[in-house]
């Protein structure tokens, strides 16, 4: 059963066009993330949100805005990608317990023509 | 400065013999360490975390890791490897009392017919 869903699963968007990603979950956690993932490397944080309290990273550049309107989505919103933000996009979702492991999507891979 | 370092790049292994996948740690207080895994093309998956108890925590698809404090280590093992375990492997922990993952630089093992 899926339980964190990213939609699309590829996204093509141009050089300055606003992309938006989509995330939602069935688990009805309460801690929501958004990594941003570039060849095989270690998922960076780019935000997170606990409940409606909103955890922005300090190098998240201010190119990435997200949303969460209820408990179960969150949207990444890239309002001028660059060729630079080309990557994948993983959401993932907690319980807001530290012992709890972290859900992870299947990810969104971001092309930037 | 809190970090997770895995320093092997690259683990290749026979199918059927058994694989060592290496993490150290170092986090202020109690340690919350987990094992992911992630296929091509694909999010992260969890495999196994050790918040306290028994130092020796199994976890999915025969996986295991052994948490040693002396050594602020945490390895991911197996005992006999599979070709389908040919992944990209990551060890994380919480940061601090956030809900924030520290990660490893991820190690790609191979495992070879």
């Known amino acids: 059963d899926a339980m964190v869903i990213q939609n699309p699963r590829y996204q093509v968007t141009q050089f300055g066009k606003p992309v938006t990603l989509s995330c939602s979950q069935t688990?009805?956690?309460?801690?929501m993330y958004w990594y941003q993932q570039k060849s095989s490397q270690a998922p960076k944080l780019l935000f997170h949100?606990?409940?409606?309290?909103?955890?922005n990273e300090a190098d998240t550049p201010d190119n990435f805005q997200s949303r969460r309107p209820n408990t179960s989505f969150c949207f990444l919103d890239i309002r001028s990608p660059g060729l630079g933000d080309a990557a994948m996009y993983l959401c993932?979702?907690?319980?807001?317990?530290?012992?709890?492991?972290?859900?992870f999507g299947p990810g969104t891979r971001l092309t930037v023509t | 400065a809190q970090s997770v370092a895995q320093p092997e790049d690259q683990v290749n292994v026979a199918e059927g013999n058994p694989l060592t996948v290496k993490c150290t740690y170092s986090?202020?207080?109690?340690?919350?360490l987990f094992w992911y895994v992630q296929y091509p093309n694909r999010g992260l998956q969890f495999l196994l975390k050790?918040?306290?108890?028994?130092?020796l925590v199994k976890g999915s698809y025969g996986f295991e890791a052994e948490f040693n404090k002396s050594q602020t280590s945490f390895h991911l093992k197996k005992p006999s490897a599979l070709v389908s375990d040919s992944a990209l492997y990551f060890c994380?922990?919480?940061?601090?009392?956030?809900?924030?993952?520290?990660f490893g630089s991820g190690t790609r093992l191979l495992v070879r017919p």
């Open positions: 994380a922990a919480y940061m601090d009392s956030s809900y924030k993952l520290i």
């Open positions: 050790y918040i306290t108890g028994d130092n």
């Open positions: 688990l009805n956690h309460n801690v």
């Open positions: 986090v202020s207080g109690n340690p919350y």
């Open positions: 993932a979702t907690s319980r807001g317990d530290r012992g709890y492991e972290q859900y």
């Open positions: 949100y606990y409940d409606k309290d909103f955890n």
